[in-house]
């Protein structure tokens, strides 16, 4: 039995961190400040209709967060040199970045393939494996296309993680049979779904693309429902035993037409998504 469980990849992310050098914005003149703000206000505009979003960013970790989901990395390069080129960016520091691909994990699926497939007498890397394995990835393609190319969900608040799991010489989630690791990731998702209604999630995969194994979106309307799902989430198996968590960043969507307004207001509340 092959130890890889079968995943299937979607959309491109990208996710952009910055801190705003606001003596240099306030050193600047009123036009320099109109000309970035509107200049950048038209941009993120036309961004937000494909699947860009801004955020407010709380804490000492930056102050605005951009999140792009593209089809292809080409398409985030795009993105990413069209936010470099504004004048704007003249006054934003990136703090960090991060890269994955939507991604959406067939432990199930798998199980019974690689099943049927030994039954049948295949091995498996050989060419007739391989071909099944692809009509089947095929077929969870086509029936998951709106979760592997979502749209940025319309929550207020955001909250994103990058996480890895163990594999430490006494507790090691690469070593552990799958269908051992499929039983404790329905539990996992036993509890995400209970916060259905509350929180929506955007899980993307990251080996070999940037420092962590996965990074997580959580979107919802009340921020406290981020802190009571990861809690709940903790006791479980797969999270108490083998979840390895980075740094964790909430922010405040901001629409792109209230940028001037976030730059030069001290009612920043004006200018974010109401709910």
């Excluded at 091995?123 to 086509?142: A, M, N």
């Excluded at 993680?161 to 499929?182: L, Q, S």
């Excluded at 629409?255 to 307004?261: S, V, Y």
């Amino acid at each position: 039995m092959p130890a890889v469980p079968l995943t299937v990849e979607g959309a491109s992310v990208l996710h952009q961190m910055f801190r705003l050098k606001w003596a240099a914005w306030k050193a600047a003149t009123s036009q320099e400040r109109e000309e970035a703000i509107a200049e950048a206000t038209s941009t993120l505009e036309e961004m937000e209709g494909r699947e860009s979003a801004v955020f407010s960013l709380l804490g000492h970790k930056g102050d605005l967060l951009f999140l792009h989901l593209r089809r292809s990395f080409e398409e985030l390069n795009e993105a990413e040199l069209r936010l470099a080129r504004l004048k704007l960016s003249d006054y934003l520091e990136p703090t960090t970045s991060y890269v994955s691909v939507v991604e959406l994990g067939l432990y199930d699926s798998s199980l019974r393939l690689y099943g049927g497939l030994l039954e049948r007498g295949l091995r498996p890397g050989s060419p007739e494996w391989e071909k099944e394995v692809e009509v089947t990835l095929e077929q969870h393609r086509k029936a998951m296309a709106p979760r592997l190319y979502p749209s940025i969900p319309e929550g207020r608040y955001v909250c994103f993680y990058p996480m890895d799991r163990k594999r430490g010489e006494t507790v090691n989630w690469y070593t552990v049979p799958m269908a051992e690791r499929r039983r404790m990731m329905h539990e996992h998702g036993e509890v995400g779904r209970k916060y259905a209604g509350q929180v929506k999630q955007i899980i993307s995969g990251s080996i070999g693309l940037d420092d962590w194994e996965w990074g997580v979106d959580l979107f919802g309307d009340d921020p406290v429902s981020f802190k009571k799902v990861i809690y709940e989430m903790r006791f479980d198996e797969a999270s108490a035993l083998y979840a390895l968590f980075g740094p964790f960043y909430v922010g405040i969507r901001l629409q792109a037409k209230g940028l001037g307004g976030f730059l030069a207001s001290t009612d920043v509340s004006n200018h974010l998504i109401q709910k």
